[in-house]
């Protein structure tokens, strides 16, 4: 079984013990206990909501610095694609690519150039094997940490293909050590971030033994690190530019779809969303669509919590970006990279359920159901726990108390004081 | 004594945005349960087949899910306008629905088949102008 490592994780000192994060978490993680937040780590599937809705910055995620550029002798770039939407009046990825050049690394590989490569793989996937239709895409790893927990009807929907991240790893790695002639742990693999999904799938992987990167920058710090670097006079090809549309594509939703070449599909955005569309598929309310393609962030890619252009902004930002770019710049070329395709089962992981056995399931939901009656239903959250239900769960298994319920307090002391009163 | 967990849910005819809502409740709690996949995928499916019915054809009704470690029974009740031909509405394709419905994606004719295909047993009384009564039993 695997285990439930995160990246996103709680500063306690800036936590106030609000209810802002409990109330937006989507599969209901978080508590506030004793005045603080806790992520409950088997029902976190590393979204970022939490960060992106903390009025007080304390929910964080976990990324490595740029100082650790110093660990290895060759160091590779791996921006991904919603990268190139961040910045104001760039009109060519070749500025950007020169400037990771000139902020320390030897080289880059564009992320996009493998989901190119991604997509050709994906068309022939799903052509060779119809019957698994409609597919999932597996690039957004909340999305498989999802399903894998919540959805288990529909883990072998999943397109079983490695993310781009993870391809271009590979590809560099190989590259490098081709080039120099270092060993491979003198070569560090860098993947510039939009969120604490990648970092977790790093650190963490499904699907994969191993993944090739080595370390993961947010792209937020990247880039204030970059702005002095970025030159108009670089514009233009250079050898490390190889993505086109398509590639490119693939930082806002609808992209990964558009490199499939096909119209009938579902391009879904924003966690609550993603999971409405899970429900129907798994329902079998979704028919005729070959492939679903779902981001947890608004917007895809570009709108990660560790991006820092906004979300629609960049969209318009890339759809110009990529204007005059070739339709794609990387191909398969008949030759599909090697460990390209998923090596390890996803195994559904029941976090949700209440007993071990039906039975005891019954029994436990029946006491929830009870105490649940009892609650008030306001699911005002002062209680730490996201909904009156949530409480009732929470009271059951142990952790909480009815007191823990401000209204329930207050009717209990009301009671204290008037039997005190009548004595 | 045999453990039940009774749910009783009221479903309102002609409004599209509330059906399924009953089939989605019940779903998430034999998910906590920790009922096999597949058996929830076919109460979903049967469920909102019959929920979807009773919004369509009946202006409404009611449902009625008992659930217990050995199977899970649902009755779908109405006062709708009954079944005419029984064996020609288990007709895959045939469909009573009118054009208005149809034009929003229902009334394919696959309601009544379907709900059949999922379920383990399946029993339908109906009277024309009194209404209809189904039950379905799915088996863990």
């Known amino acids: ?423 | 004594m045999c453990m039940t967990m009774k749910l009783h849910f009221d479903v309102s005819g002609e409004d599209f945005t509330r059906a399924g809502e009953a089939s989605g409740k019940v779903k998430s709690k034999l998910k906590q349960l920790g009922i096999a996949p597949d058996a929830v995928r076919r109460v979903a499916i049967a469920l909102y087949e019959g929920e979807i019915n009773l919004v369509i054809h009946a202006g409404g009704g009611e449902i009625d899910v008992e659930i217990s470690p050995e199977n899970i029974k649902m009755v779908l009740s109405d006062k709708g306008p009954g079944i005419a031909d029984v064996e020609k509405a288990m007709t895959e394709g045939f469909s009573t629905a009118t054009e208005s419905i149809r034009s929003l994606g229902f009334g394919a004719g696959m309601g009544l088949p379907n709900m059949k295909k999922y379920s383990d047993e399946m029993k339908i009384d109906t009277k024309l102008g009194e209404g209809t009564r189904i039950f379905m039993q799915i088996n863990l």
């Open chain 1, 1 to 423: 079984m695997s285990s439930f490592t995160h990246s996103v994780y709680l500063d306690s000192e800036k936590c106030k013990g609000c209810i802002n994060c409990i109330k937006r978490c989507p599969t209901g993680a978080i508590r506030v206990r004793g005045g603080k937040a806790h992520i409950i780590k088997e029902f976190c599937i590393d979204c970022g909501e939490c960060v992106r809705v903390c009025p007080h910055h304390a929910k964080k995620t976990r990324y490595d610095s740029l100082d650790t550029m110093k660990e290895y002798k060759y160091k590779v770039a791996l921006p991904a694609p919603s990268f190139y939407a961040q910045f104001n009046n760039v009109t060519d990825t070749g500025i950007i690519l020169k400037a990771l050049i000139k902020l320390g690394f030897d080289a880059v590989f564009e992320v996009a150039a493998a989901a190119e490569m991604v997509s050709e793989m994906s068309r022939k996937y799903i052509a060779d094997h119809p019957e698994g239709k409609p597919y999932i895409s597996t690039a957004c790893p909340s999305i498989i940490r999802l399903i894998r927990v919540r959805f288990p009807e529909l883990i072998d929907r999943m397109l079983p293909i490695i993310t781009p991240a993870d391809l271009a790893a590979q590809l560099a790695a190989a590259e490098a050590m081709e080039k120099t002639g270092l060993k491979r742990e003198e070569i560090g693999i860098f993947f510039l971030s939009p969120c604490p999904a990648k970092v977790t799938s790093v650190a963490d992987p499904l699907g994969i033994e191993k993944s090739e990167i080595d370390r993961v920058l947010a792209i937020k710090k990247v880039y204030t690190a970059l702005l002095p670097h970025m030159k108009h006079d670089d514009a233009g090809d250079n050898e490390y530019k190889r993505a086109g549309r398509i590639g490119v594509s693939w930082g806002i939703t609808g992209g990964e779809v558009g490199g499939l070449l096909i119209d009938n599909y579902i391009a879904a955005d924003g966690i609550e969303n993603v999971i409405r569309v899970l429900e129907d598929l798994e329902d079998s309310k979704i028919s005729g669509v070959d492939f679903i393609e779902l981001n947890s962030c608004t917007g895809g890619c570009v709108g990660g919590v560790l991006q820092v252009e906004n979300p629609y902004v960049a969209k318009t930002k890339l759809k110009l970006l990529r204007k005059y770019m070739p339709i794609a710049g990387s191909h398969l070329d008949g030759k599909v990279p090697e460990n390209s395709f998923w090596t390890k089962e996803v195994e559904f992981i029941p976090v949700f359920r209440l007993g071990a056995t039906p039975k005891e399931s019954m029994e436990i939901m029946q006491k929830i159901d009870e105490l649940a009656e009892a609650l008030p239903g306001l699911d005002c959250g002062s209680c730490g726990a996201p909904s009156c239900r949530a409480l009732a769960e929470d009271i059951i298994r142990g952790v909480a108390n009815e007191r823990d319920c401000i209204h329930l307090l207050k009717r209990y002391l009301h009671k204290i004081s008037s039997d005190l009163n009548s004595l």
